[in-house]
């Protein structure tokens, strides 16, 4: 069993900068591809960035290119996600996923594990 605990989670101000972190235990993680979505109020799970495990390729949203920076740290078994300017429409509970595959996908049934999210919130 897989099992993926996020944090980093807070309130900032428009324009800040905020780091989350999810660490992986259990199996899987070193050969899996992981990813980070977020859900606002009201609003669906939507991807926001993810990472490859053979090519170490990465994707990002568009609404997040420039801004956020996906990167891991397998001798840590641990995905970071590096999130810069950020603005209110940012606001949402961020979750980290891992799926049993070396490639990313960016839709929400494709990944096997999922964490208990942590809560982002942007001010204006």
């Known amino acids: 069993q897989v099992q993926l605990v996020e944090s980093g989670g807070g309130l900032v101000q428009a324009g800040g900068s905020l780091r989350l972190s999810c660490a992986a235990s259990g199996r899987t993680f070193s050969y899996g591809a992981m990813a980070w979505f977020r859900q606002a109020p009201g609003k669906e799970r939507e991807f926001v960035a993810a990472i490859g495990w053979s090519d170490g390729n990465t994707g990002y949203a568009d609404s997040v290119k420039g801004r956020f920076t996906i990167s891991r740290d397998n001798a840590k078994n641990t995905v970071y996600l590096q999130m810069n300017s950020l603005k209110p429409e940012d606001t949402a509970v961020y979750y980290c996923?891992?799926?049993?595959?070396?490639?990313?996908?960016?839709?929400?049934?494709?990944?096997?594990?999922w964490g208990q999210g942590t809560q982002v919130t942007v001010s204006s």
């Open positions: 996923a891992l799926r049993a595959g070396s490639y990313y996908y960016t839709v929400v049934n494709e990944y096997n594990y």
